[in-house]
């Protein structure tokens, strides 16, 4: 089952303003990750915030994480029209004896109009 | 150029028909997985494995199985292919298996309809 859930499901915004994706999951997490998928193509990892992070950045991106509230956003500053993509989110949880399980979002289509 | 590879990168199969999707990767990382991405489903994970030697069962298994025999290649075989199974096939690799602080680094997928 999913464990994170994006919204909105589609956005489409103009060149030079801000996106905003949004992440909402259901347990307790060890770390939150964005992804993002060019049409045809595999995902490529973006960034990575853990539990006890708040914010975090990487160039034009920035991850909020709001541990009490379980969610998280993705902000991307000034968009470009390359940056139409899909971005998924995925959470890292505890599974049990030792193990990890990794689940993903099923994704915001991001369309940028130049 | 250091990553996943996969095979084929499409392919139209008859239902009931046996198919291998090859993955390797030449990072040396210890976990592998398999997914399939359906429009409006997101990625589903199928099978992985922590290390060579160990696989997994994922959230969707059913009709699918992998092997591990070296830490490079993970294969997935479809038994006996049905048309529910007409999905894009990602492989994908971590450099940490059981681990809190996985980043998956993943191939460019396989198309795979069946009739």
């Known amino acids: 089952s999913q464990q994170g859930e994006e919204d909105p499901q589609a956005l489409s915004i103009q060149e030079g303003e801000n996106a905003t994706m949004n992440c909402s999951y259901k347990t307790s997490i060890n770390n939150l990750q964005w992804y993002r998928q060019n049409s045809g193509r595999g995902l490529v990892h973006l960034i990575l915030i853990r539990s006890n992070e708040r914010e975090k950045h990487s160039g034009r991106l920035r991850v909020t994480l709001d541990t009490s509230k379980k969610s998280s956003s993705l902000l991307i500053t000034a968009s470009r029209a390359a940056d139409t993509a899909s971005y998924f989110c995925a959470t890292i949880a505890y599974s049990g004896a030792g193990s990890y399980q990794l689940t993903f979002g099923k994704g915001t289509k991001l369309s940028v109009i130049p | 150029i250091a990553g996943i590879t996969q095979a084929p990168t499409s392919q139209i199969l008859a239902a009931g028909r046996r198919m291998t999707l090859r993955c390797t990767q030449d990072m040396r990382h210890n976990a592998m997985y398999w997914y399939r991405q359906d429009l409006g489903l997101g990625l589903r994970l199928i099978h992985y494995s922590n290390t060579a030697g160990t696989t997994g069962k994922g959230e969707v298994p059913d009709g699918y199985s992998v092997s591990r025999a070296n830490t490079d290649d993970f294969p997935l075989t479809l038994a006996s292919a049905v048309p529910s199974q007409t999905s894009v096939y990602f492989c994908?690799?971590?450099?940490?298996?059981?681990?809190?602080?996985?980043?998956?680094?993943f191939g460019a997928g396989s198309r795979l309809t069946v009739l």
């Open positions: 994908a690799s971590s450099e940490a298996g059981a681990s809190g602080a996985n980043v998956l680094t």
